[in-house]
Nanobody
Framework: VQLQASGGGLVQAGASLRLSCKAS????????VGWFRQAPGQEREFVAA????????HYADFVKGRFTISRDNAKNMAYLQMNSLKPEDTAIYYC???????????????WGQGTQVTVSS
């Protein structure tokens, strides 16, 4: 199982970014996908998750209305559209997956390498 996040960068507050998560080595359509982030000196925190079918999504309160998670099972890709970015969104963003057929709230056992998002004020 491999997950590779990309799309991060340096943007100004209010801007948008779309993160991508490329999956390989497994039946992507059988796995939920989550996005997490870790800011310097802070613990990793949940951002958003999507069910294997894409029919159910979940968000942390601090991103509701600003971020949208999606997936394209035909392309083995997941995405995180981030709008109205704030300086406090600065962090390394990771995509992850729980075990096959597990729900989005299960333990995440597969992790990508992360992509840096920096939002300047």
């Amino acid at each position: 199982v491999q997950l590779q996040a990309s799309g991060g960068g340096l943007v100004q507050a209010g801007a948008s970014l779309r993160l991508s998560c490329k999956a390989s080595g497994f039946n992507f359509h059988d796995y939920a996908v989550g996005w997490f982030r870790q800011a310097p000196g802070q613990e990793r925190e949940f951002v958003a998750a999507i069910s294997w079918s894409g029919g159910t999504t979940h968000y942390a309160d601090f991103v509701k209305g600003r971020f949208t998670i999606s997936r394209d099972n035909a392309k083995n890709m997941a995405y995180l559209q981030m709008n109205s970015l704030k300086p406090e969104d600065t962090a390394i963003y990771y995509c992850a997956a729980p075990k096959e057929d597990d729900s989005w709230y299960a333990e995440y056992v597969y992790w990508g390498q992360g992509t840096q998002v920096t939002v300047s004020s």
